[in-house]
């Protein structure tokens, strides 16, 4: 396993790499607010073997830089995506999105559906069904939030995503590593920039041409997740033709670390397709 920096549209991503490279489709994991590659940590030793596994930290997250004057919509991680896929040589991969990042896998199998080989949304945005009441509030008074100390807007943060978790021991361990990078005044501005680019717009202009990907896709979902209600996962289900739904019963948000042999299991009959 590598890992390395590209520049992409005047920013560095890093992503690392894990696997083989070969004749099959390489499987590229995409992950969501606020968290990093850390997420996918657990599952990547579990994905088939003989595939390229090739996951990424979206710009603003994890090691990638600070958007500087980029954008953090939807949109634009998924150019950046395309993008970067261009600098790895990779022509067509499966896409397997988590949170935000199943937008931004969306988002890439209308643009380019001839670069996605399947797709696999992960308690997935979707259409005009987030984000939660909870981002709604925090983005409504960021005039004046945006001025508070960063630890409180991170204590604020910590309590709600721990609510995504089952095992609130791992929810302390990983939180903590996820919002790392919002603990200082830059860091405070850097949170603001991303819940201010949580707009479903453009999962809205996805989810109309859904209709027209082609890819087998699998959509899972957790039966208790507290931020995306399961309706939105029914939609996503009806959209694209011949996707299958997942419901993980007991199960809530952050399914790549806690359901992480389930998820493999799904993936590895979904590339089967």
Not at 97 to 112: E, L, N, P, T, W
Not at 201 to 209: F, I, P, V, Y
Not at 216 to 242: N, Y
């Amino acid at each position: 396993m590598r890992g390395e920096f590209l520049d992409v549209g005047g920013a560095r991503l890093y992503y690392y790499a894990a696997g083989t490279r070969g004749g099959d489709e390489p499987l590229v994991l995409i992950h969501g607010f606020p968290t990093s590659s850390h997420l996918w940590q657990d599952l990547v030793p579990l994905l088939p073997a003989g595939r390229r596994v090739v996951v990424l930290d979206l710009l603003g997250y994890g090691r990638s830089d600070p958007p500087g004057d980029l954008t953090l919509d939807i949109k634009a991680h998924a150019d950046r995506l395309l993008v970067l896929l261009d600098l790895l040589g990779i022509n067509r991969a499966c896409l397997i999105g988590h949170d935000v990042g199943g937008g931004v896998a969306q988002a890439v199998a209308v643009k380019a559906p001839h670069r996605v080989s399947h797709l696999c949304l992960i308690s997935s945005v979707g259409f005009d069904e987030w984000p939660s009441r909870e981002v709604k509030m925090a983005r409504a008074t960021l005039p004046l939030t945006r001025h508070l100390p960063a630890t409180w807007l991170l204590s604020v943060l910590k309590t709600d995503l721990a609510r995504g978790y089952v095992d609130q021991d791992l929810a302390t361990r990983s939180i903590d590593r996820y919002i790392r990078n919002f603990a200082t005044p830059a860091g405070r501005d850097l949170l603001v920039a991303h819940l201010e680019a949580l707009d479903c717009r453009d999962t809205m202009e996805a989810g109309a041409r859904l209709g027209t990907v082609p890819a087998p896709t699998a959509i899972i979902h957790g039966a208790h997740d507290p931020f995306l209600p399961l309706s939105s996962a029914k939609r996503l289900q009806q959209a694209i033709r011949g996707a299958t739904l997942d419901v993980l019963d007991a199960s809530r948000h952050f399914l790549p670390e806690e359901s992480p042999k389930r998820l493999a299991e799904i993936i590895t009959a979904l590339i089967e397709k």
